[in-house]
């Protein structure tokens, strides 16, 4: 499975999530939409790998601005014209 299909499924879940609370009280009280981060467990030994897909510090920062532009598309969807 390439990169971009093992992003999408990790953060599949994530964003469901952050959509039930987009329409929960705890939603109303963000003055500005979260930063999310993810961080990897140093304790690990060796390298994590999901569907052959390596999980190192550039994967997840490909994690985050994905699942960061997915949650501000739920707050300020962009039109395009």
Do not use: C
Not at 22 to 41: A, C, G, L, T, Y
Not at 56 to 78: C, G, H, R, S, W
């Amino acid at each position: 499975m390439n990169e971009d299909k093992v992003i999408e499924q990790i953060a599949r879940p994530i964003i469901e999530q952050l959509k039930k609370l987009d329409n929960s009280e705890i939603q109303k009280k963000w003055n500005q939409i979260p930063k999310i981060h993810f961080v990897r467990d140093d304790g690990m030994e060796g390298p994590l790998v999901i569907d052959g897909v390596e999980i190192n510090d550039e994967f997840i920062e490909k994690l985050e601005a994905y699942v960061q532009e997915e949650l501000e598309m739920l707050k300020k969807p962009t039109i395009l014209h």
